[in-house]
């Protein structure tokens, strides 16, 4: 790689970083993400958690050895939210990449091709639209029968979740392909491959990315809805699943399982929240009209 091109790529990451610190609540979005993912790759390995149930350890108050309490099984309730943690975040992150990568390639072919291609990329797109997600969603998860893989839910909440993108990346498409500079590349005999990746994919980078975290905060209440529904079979600790079963002990009105209820819920609005606050520098850095001189 260039000199050049190393400083370019220097230069915009402090520019990033600026923008960030510039505002308070984006910057607290971008430390919460931090932690989050700091918890769901590390924290496993600082922080064990035995499955095992412990009858003389049920319902214990927060303490040093449990910062959080222990559950009805008498097992860390802190553990269980770190454990949880990367299922949770891995699931999110993969269901962000596959919104993107359906959306992108169905909305760059749709309004790019053009003709009965595009009617029926965009006829299909329709559909998809006007389907309830979620309910969709659940019919898919409870007609299988066997525990699956968190790409496994991330491909299927992905792929339902992608007509909104591409209703909006066809639209950005068809407006761009007519512009000057498109026609001048045309003349110029550059090739598709060359028009779509150099010339039209960098003028769709800010939908790319507001659209990707915006996937990835669905991808987070999709996969807590499936499993605290109840049904998506599940072989390791989940946020949604806590929240299940918490409700099935009664949690409501039981205040020793207060914290085994209100942990994973707070955990999911904390995460959330970050996503959402970060989005505000996303804004800025894709969109230079919003920056202050």
């Not at 790019?112 to 309830?132: E, S």
């Not at 072989?235 to 020793?256: D, L």
């Amino acid at each position: 790689m260039e000199y050049s091109s190393i400083r370019k790529i220097c230069h915009n990451i402090s520019l990033y970083l600026k923008i960030i610190r510039k505002r308070r609540s984006s910057l607290a979005g971008f430390i919460i993400i931090l932690i989050y993912i700091f918890m769901a790759t590390i924290g496993p390995i600082l922080v064990p958690f035995d499955r095992t149930p412990n009858v003389s350890q049920r319902f214990r108050p927060p303490s040093w050895e449990h910062p959080l309490g222990t559950d009805y099984a008498g097992r860390d309730i802190f553990a269980q939210i770190i454990h949880g943690s990367r299922d949770v975040l891995l699931v999110a992150f993969l269901t962000g990449i596959f919104t993107v990568i359906f959306g992108l390639t169905v909305g760059i072919i749709s309004g790019y091709a053009g003709g009965k291609i595009d009617t029926a990329l965009n006829t299909m797109t329709n559909i998809l639209l006007i389907i309830p997600h979620f309910p969709l969603l659940l019919i898919i998860a409870a007609s299988i029968p066997r525990v699956m893989s968190p790409v496994e839910v991330a491909f299927i909440i992905g792929i339902i979740g992608w007509a909104g993108l591409a209703r909006a990346i066809r639209s950005q498409v068809l407006s761009i392909k007519e512009a000057n500079f498109i026609e001048a590349a045309r003349c110029l005999g550059l090739g598709r491959f060359h028009i779509v990746f150099k010339e039209i994919m960098p003028n769709l980078m800010p939908y790319i990315a507001m659209n990707l975290v915006l996937s990835i905060i669905s991808g987070i209440y999709s996969q807590v809805g499936l499993f605290f529904l109840g049904v998506m079979p599940y072989t390791s600790v989940n946020w949604g699943m806590m929240i299940n079963i918490a409700m099935r002990q009664q949690a409501v009105i039981t205040p020793k399982l207060w914290l085994y209820l209100f942990s994973p819920i707070v955990a999911i609005i904390t995460l959330e929240t970050g996503f959402i606050l970060f989005l505000h520098a996303l804004e800025e850095i894709f969109n230079p009209r919003l920056r202050e001189e």
